[in-house]
């Protein structure tokens, strides 16, 4: 089945921590991103890539890195940075440039 | 000014109702434009592309107005399995950095 898939599910890290979040896809997409969305709130843009080894700052990049050194697989890095990052993770891939996203189910991150 | 503006709602409606959202936006270089649907504590699903020229799909239809820089999604008869957020969505640049509205939430009630 080809899709775009997200793990884990549900996270919980320590205040202090660095984690790391897996987002892999097969569909063989050229752009991927990253977004974070808070409760009642809509999406807001982390990290994008167009390209292998090449990725763009969001609107909320601080606290957070990311990697592309595959096509397939764009991991986010939540690191101890970020003040507040109980958030809904979603990473997301398209075909190119002014196409539409397909998105993984989403990763939920709490600290405890 | 937000890039992307949408009434947050709530819409509440009966079932059968025809109900419309609008979205606007700043930036007149955009050049793709989509309507999502999002459940809630669910991942956003593209509901729509939306054309210059507007585009039906079903009981949906989308329209662009570049003019005036909106577009819109008109949902006729309402059944309750429409009651979500409905995201409006746009591409801009070389990049393609696709931009979100916060979204307007629909509820269908019997």
């Known amino acids: 089945d080809g899709g775009i898939t997200q793990s884990p599910k549900y996270l919980f890290r320590k205040e202090g921590q660095n984690v790391t979040l897996s987002c892999e896809q097969n569909?063989?997409?050229?752009?991927m991103y990253w977004y974070r969305q808070d409760p009642g709130q809509g999406l807001r843009l982390i990290y994008y890539?167009?390209?292998?080894?090449?990725?763009q700052k969001g609107d909320i990049a601080e606290g957070y890195s990311v990697s592309r050194e595959k096509k397939e697989s764009f991991p986010l890095t939540v690191t101890s940075a970020q003040k507040n990052p109980t958030a809904f993770y979603l990473c997301a891939s398209s075909v190119g440039i002014n196409t539409e996203a397909f998105f993984g189910q989403g990763t939920r991150l709490t600290v405890v | 000014r937000k890039e992307v503006e949408q009434d947050p709602g709530p819409f509440n409606v009966p079932e059968g109702a025809t109900v419309a959202f609008n979205c606007t936006y700043s930036n007149s270089a955009s050049q793709s434009f989509f309507w999502y649907r999002q459940d809630c504590r669910k991942e956003p699903k593209l509901l729509m592309s939306v054309y210059s020229s507007g585009n039906e799909d079903g009981r949906f239809t989308a329209q662009l107005n570049r003019a005036s820089q909106y577009i819109s999604l008109l949902i006729r008869d309402s059944k309750l399995s429409d009651s979500a957020t409905y995201l409006c969505v746009l591409s801009t640049g070389g990049y393609n950095k696709l931009i979100f509205g916060a979204g307007t939430r629909l509820a269908v009630h019997p």
């Open positions: 890539s167009q390209i292998v080894n090449d990725f």
């Open positions: 569909l063989n997409h050229d752009a």
